[in-house]
């Protein structure tokens, strides 16, 4: 934030210290919170003293003390997500970047720096790339889907059901949203325990995550080109063809963000629905007696954990004023979905169900809401309520205590989640018609449930046969199975 003598996140002014004996003394410096380090290991309760302290926005520091809002009020994250004229993603326009507060070496420059991707672009260039990730999106056939993840939870209950005990955070938490999404893209042949690992050290910055993302990338080059070459019915295809005319590094900027952004996101939320279900007794009543469904479960656990705690972050356009703090231009804030989500102001009752209310800020707002919540949401109702199935009587293998977390600020998830049941035996998981109807055979009932939106960008100046725009105009293999109504809807979206 803009150093100057009122600004409340000020450092070097320490006039604006608490007093002695203030609970907020002798943290950082000018007496701000930090968000890291020993002081901030719940950062939960940390919140909650920023909010009792400063209300609904609050000046803190992260890491190596740079200066930053933290945004607790529930309206608040919501007003400051939905203002785009005053509020953007776009790190360059940080004060505490840009006047060399925040150093190259900063642990969480990888969020910070700028980079050519949907979600830190804005205006017309975000039209441009989000238009071409929701469009390549709009085309996933999400019945196709279910039945996806659906098949998918059984081959992984496949690999343990027969012991009797399981890790479900990391035999199927973080395997089931990585099987889904490879399928999703379009490289199935691609999903296995070492793309997960790669995935798992990119995200946990491991010391092998530079090899990891560079494995990672490697893959999704491969997938882009030969989409590029030949493009077939899947989004990584979608993408490239999509009239917003992506480059190639656009295409795999963006694969790379829908890939790890899910991945991650989608695994926390499993293991989080997972847990609720077998240490909260009320949960698993409520599920068995029909008083509650699994959608409900699922949003419940968005309100209570959500994926994300907080996203880095939005930077003020102009001086403003949110939550009683006045803003300054180029100041940082951090969107903070779980001290927004347990705002006394809109949730008075933290123990009261919440039954399936989707106001939560688990998927952001605005025009950079996750786009992706839908395919997220599939995962965790069908894969929980699929598990379940399978393993009535799972219970968990040691006390609820007993659990550990691995926390950061951008989120928190559960290192392991021991659990026993009754052995039992395999199921058949019959290979049926999948999401990519080029990788496999649909059968004959197959159906288009999803009718894809006109795209949200504008239609391209140039002609879609233009060279710039060529992957375009690549002609669209068209398997003979396919019904009409598709190929109507195909001919459609590529201006015929
Ligand atoms: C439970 C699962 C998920 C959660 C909790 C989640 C949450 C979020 C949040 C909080 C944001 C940022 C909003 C903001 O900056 O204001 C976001 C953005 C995004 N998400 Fe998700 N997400 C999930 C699943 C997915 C999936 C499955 C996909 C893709 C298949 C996806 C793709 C994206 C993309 C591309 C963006 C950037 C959008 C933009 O900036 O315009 N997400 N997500």
């Given at each position: 934030?803009?150093?100057?003598?009122?600004?409340?996140?000020?450092?070097?002014?320490t006039r604006l210290g608490p007093p002695p004996g203030c609970p907020a003394h002798g943290t950082g410096p000018g007496g701000l919170r930090r968000?890291?380090?020993?002081e901030?290991?719940?950062?939960?309760?940390?919140?909650?003293k920023l909010?009792?302290e400063?209300?609904?926005?609050?000046?803190?520091l992260?890491?190596?003390?740079?200066?930053?809002?933290?945004?607790?009020?529930?309206?608040?994250?919501?007003?400051?997500?939905?203002?785009?004229?005053?509020?953007?993603?776009?790190?360059?326009?940080?004060?505490?970047?840009?006047?060399?507060?925040?150093?190259?070496?900063?642990?969480?420059?990888?969020?910070?720096?700028?980079?050519?991707?949907?979600?830190?672009?804005?205006?017309?260039?975000?039209?441009?790339?989000?238009?071409?990730?929701?469009?390549?999106?709009?085309?996933?056939?999400?019945?196709?889907?279910?039945?996806?993840?659906?098949?998918?939870?059984?081959?992984?209950?496949?690999?343990?059901?027969?012991?009797?005990?399981?890790?479900?955070?990391?035999?199927?938490?973080?395997?089931?949203?990585?099987?889904?999404?490879?399928?999703?893209?379009?490289?199935?042949?691609?999903?296995?325990?070492?793309?997960?690992?790669?995935?798992?050290?990119?995200?946990?910055?491991?010391?092998?995550?530079?090899?990891?993302?560079?494995?990672?990338?490697?893959?999704?080059?491969?997938?882009?080109?030969?989409?590029?070459?030949?493009?077939?019915?899947?989004?990584?295809?979608?993408?490239?063809?999509?009239?917003?005319?992506?480059?190639?590094?656009?295409?795999?900027?963006?694969?790379?963000?829908?890939?790890?952004?899910?991945?991650?996101?989608?695994?926390?939320?499993?293991?989080?629905?997972?847990?609720?279900?077998?240490?909260?007794?009320?949960?698993?009543?409520?599920?068995?007696?029909?008083?509650?469904?699994?959608?409900?479960?699922?949003?419940?656990?968005?309100?209570?954990?959500?994926?994300?705690?907080?996203?880095?972050?939005?930077?003020?356009?102009?001086?403003?004023?949110?939550?009683?703090?006045?803003?300054?231009?180029?100041?940082?804030?951090?969107?903070?979905?779980?001290?927004?989500?347990?705002?006394?102001?809109?949730?008075?009752?933290?123990?009261?169900?919440?039954?399936?209310?989707?106001?939560?800020?688990?998927?952001?707002?605005?025009?950079?809401?996750?786009?992706?919540?839908?395919?997220?949401?599939?995962?965790?109702?069908?894969?929980?309520?699929?598990?379940?199935?399978?393993?009535?009587?799972?219970?968990?293998?040691?006390?609820?205590?007993?659990?550990?977390?691995?926390?950061?600020?951008?989120?928190?998830?559960?290192?392991?989640?021991?659990?026993?049941?009754?052995?039992?035996?395999?199921?058949?998981?019959?290979?049926?018609?999948?999401?990519?109807?080029?990788?496999?055979?649909?059968?004959?009932?197959?159906?288009?449930?999803?009718?894809?939106?006109?795209?949200?960008?504008?239609?391209?100046?140039?002609?879609?046969?233009?060279?710039?725009?060529?992957?375009?105009?690549?002609?669209?293999?068209?398997?003979?199975?396919?019904?009409?109504?598709?190929?109507?809807?195909?001919?459609?979206?590529?201006?015929?």
């Open positions: 934030m803009t150093p100057e003598p009122h600004s409340p996140t000020d450092t070097d002014d968000l890291y380090g020993p901030a290991e719940d950062l939960g309760a940390v919140y909650e909010r009792a400063h209300g609904a926005v609050a000046p803190a992260l890491h190596q003390d740079v200066p930053i809002w933290v945004v607790l009020g529930h309206g608040e994250n919501l007003h400051m997500v939905s203002s785009p004229s005053q509020f953007c993603k776009d790190s360059r326009l940080w004060t505490s970047m840009r006047d060399g507060t925040v150093e190259p070496d900063h642990p969480l420059m990888p969020y910070f720096a700028w980079q050519p991707i949907c979600a830190h672009a804005e205006g017309d260039e975000h039209l441009r790339l989000r238009g071409a990730v929701t469009g390549a999106m709009s085309t996933i056939d999400h019945r196709g889907i279910r039945r996806h993840i659906n098949r998918a939870t059984q081959h992984l209950v496949n690999q343990f059901c027969e012991d009797g005990n399981a890790d479900l955070v990391a035999e199927f938490a973080e395997h089931l949203p990585m099987a889904v999404i490879c399928e999703i893209l379009g490289m199935p042949e691609e999903y296995g325990d070492r793309l997960v690992q790669a995935a798992r050290d990119c995200l946990k910055g491991t010391e092998t995550a530079i090899a990891s993302h560079a494995y990672l990338m490697e893959v999704l080059s491969r997938l882009a080109v030969r989409r590029r070459a030949q493009p077939q019915e899947d989004f990584t295809s979608h993408l490239v063809t999509h009239p917003a005319g992506l480059t190639d590094d656009e295409v795999r900027e963006h694969l790379r963000v829908v890939l790890l952004a899910s991945y991650e996101t989608t695994a926390n939320l499993l293991a989080n629905v997972l847990r609720m279900v077998l240490t909260e007794p009320g949960f698993r009543a409520q599920l068995n007696g029909g008083q509650m469904t699994v959608p409900e479960a699922v949003e419940q656990s968005l309100w209570d954990e959500p994926p994300f705690s907080t996203v880095f972050a939005y930077f003020a356009k102009q001086e403003t004023e949110l939550g009683g703090q006045r803003i300054r231009k180029g100041d940082g804030l951090l969107f903070a979905p779980a001290p927004g989500n347990v705002d006394p102001r809109v949730r008075p009752d933290l123990k009261a169900n919440m039954m399936g209310n989707r106001s939560h800020l688990a998927f952001g707002g605005g025009t950079h809401e996750c786009p992706g919540q839908d395919i997220g949401r599939a995962i965790a109702d069908v894969g929980v309520d699929a598990l379940l199935t399978r393993v009535p009587d799972i219970q968990l293998a040691c006390e609820e205590d007993e659990l550990r977390w691995r926390s950061s600020i951008g989120n928190r998830h559960l290192v392991e989640l021991p659990v026993r049941f009754t052995p039992k035996a395999q199921q058949d998981v019959a290979e049926q018609p999948a999401v990519n109807p080029s990788l496999r055979q649909r059968p004959n009932d197959w159906q288009v449930s999803f009718v894809p939106t006109p795209p949200t960008v504008p239609a391209p100046a140039v002609p879609v046969d233009e060279p710039t725009a060529a992957p375009a105009a690549a002609p669209v293999p068209e398997p003979a199975h396919r019904p009409g109504l598709f190929r109507r809807i195909l001919r459609w979206w590529h201006g015929e």
